[in-house]
């Protein structure tokens, strides 16, 4: 974990730790949204690809992903000088589409619907010989996005000179959740997903993966629509005895609100799930010593426009 | 200028230095929208309020301020447990009131057209024995606002070992640029204001106070809204030969929706203009040495709203 939080530092932002207040009490955002690429994924990916041996590089890599991982790997590779091609849903944000594209990465499109990514990826790397890149299920993948934990350790200890004690953290895969996880030992980890969408929960509670039921509600979270946890990110949050909690969508949006005008930060949906469980108590007593991670900020502008004008009047 | 960076430094946010890239060059952004209270105006007051006397302090203070600098003086204030009388025109943006009577400070209206907000505020003084906070024309609010100086120099000196050569700084009164000037001695200052309201560059020309036009086009940046500039910030700017620029009001809107999409930063129209001088390469060259300050991010949400909505397309 200190190994991966090293190995990145100099190809990552240092994000900083900035303080909030809710109901009277202060605590502290970690706001992915301002890293480079506007979510944490340049951390796993990163941390991915600088082990790439040189050969390795030369034959380029396959990632798939709705956008923020596409960004991640996009990144990281145009700045080791590797090729980049990323599986993206059709029906992905523009605003990720776009970005991917802009940071040199060739996109094949697949249908959400009809189509398994796994499937095309797998088949792309087999033909090229490129190395697949897992958006979570890999241990290089989750001790990267646990920097941003290693951070908030060193962090929390400058401003407050305390551990964290709680940290409450927007989940998808679980591999930010489980990197965190594993990074701060001793904290309480809180992983929040979309009602509807909140596997993790299910699958600690569980015991084992649980699948997102097929009649799942729609969500704005794009970035947090994974139909499976892995056993990696489960077993870590199993271990660490993390808890799950979810978030409605009107709840999520009025988290966006009010990011834009109490933090002057943009937060996309799936960014804004932790933060809305923060708002909302759902995630239990907070202090000085907890952190809201907000995850991600790349959100089409039209859409943001909407949720702000929606929720200006309640936050 | 370092003894005031001192003495502020456990009383503001060390906002973060942000890259970002315009035209495949890749420079800095200083987040003041990020500061505590939503602008870098906490740093001259804290500064100011610092210095006061116990029995100074028992008297309380008042301030004049369309807002950001009502927001940083009442901050300051409930810190420092002073009670703070703030005069507000009676059209200042919503959030920004709402969040200075958030503060614990009085607000007091007046009316931009018919009423002096310095004749009011200096009876409000007198009958109270109260201090005045200025909200630029005075050395320790200038010094206090420099510690953004001081710390751009340093940032940069960790991430590119070079002292900046051109800080581009949104001017309102210029205690934001003035402060920045004394601060970072070698560097290129260059004020940016809103097109019509540039009486800091008419100023800068003429070497006096040449006040805003009464027929002055209206601006969206309430915060830049200052009719004449003072002998104090002027003379600091002039005697570091800055220079200073206009945008207008489209690429001050642009430039709102540039920062959402590429920062994820909330930026207000006032905290914008320096970005939309880079952007539109109204500043000149611009290097790995080169700094924009984004110097507020309180703006209406439904007014923000509609700004993204409109710039959406073509950033």
Chains 1, 2 share one sequence.
Not at 116 to 125: D, K, N, Q, T, V
Not at 286 to 304: K, W
Request: glycine share 12%; hydrophobic share 45%; charged share 20%.
């Amino acid at each position: 974990m200190r190994a991966a939080a090293e190995r990145v530092r100099d190809h990552v932002l240092r994000t900083p730790l900035l303080p909030l207040e809710i109901g009277g009490v202060r605590l502290w955002a970690k706001p992915e949204c301002l890293q480079t690429g506007g979510s944490f994924k340049l951390r796993g990916a990163a941390n991915r690809l600088l082990q790439l041996s040189p050969e390795q590089r030369s034959r380029g890599v396959v990632a798939f992903s709705s956008g923020n991982h596409a960004q991640g790997v996009a990144i990281a590779a145009r700045r080791l000088g590797i090729a980049a091609t990323i599986v993206m849903p059709a029906d992905a944000p523009a605003v990720k589409r776009s970005a991917t594209l802009a940071a040199g990465a060739r996109i094949v499109d697949y249908d959400r619907g009809s189509e398994s990514r796994e499937e095309i990826g797998a088949r792309l790397a087999r033909d090229s010989g490129a190395a697949l890149v897992p958006s979570f299920d890999d241990v290089d993948i989750i001790e990267g996005q646990g920097s941003a934990g290693v951070e908030i350790g060193e962090q929390l200890q400058d401003v407050v000179g305390a551990t964290p004690d709680k940290v409450l953290v927007c989940c998808g895969g679980g591999g930010l959740s489980a990197g965190i996880a594993l990074a701060l030992p001793e904290a309480e980890i809180v992983t929040v997903e979309p009602q509807g969408w909140d596997d993790m929960a299910r699958s600690i509670d569980a015991g084992r993966p649980v699948p997102v039921p097929d009649d799942a509600p729609p969500t704005r979270c794009d970035a947090l629509q994974t139909k499976l946890v892995s056993p990696l990110t489960l077993g870590a949050l199993r271990d660490h005895g993390a808890r799950g909690v979810s978030v409605r969508e009107d709840e999520t949006a009025a988290a966006m609100a009010w990011a834009a005008r109490h933090l002057r930060l943009v937060v996309e949906p799936g960014g804004a799930v932790a933060l809305a469980a923060a708002l909302t108590g759902k995630a239990g007593p907070l202090s000085e010593r907890s952190v809201v991670v907000l995850s991600g900020g790349n959100v089409d502008p039209v859409v943001y426009a909407d949720i702000l004008k929606g929720h200006s009047g309640t936050v």
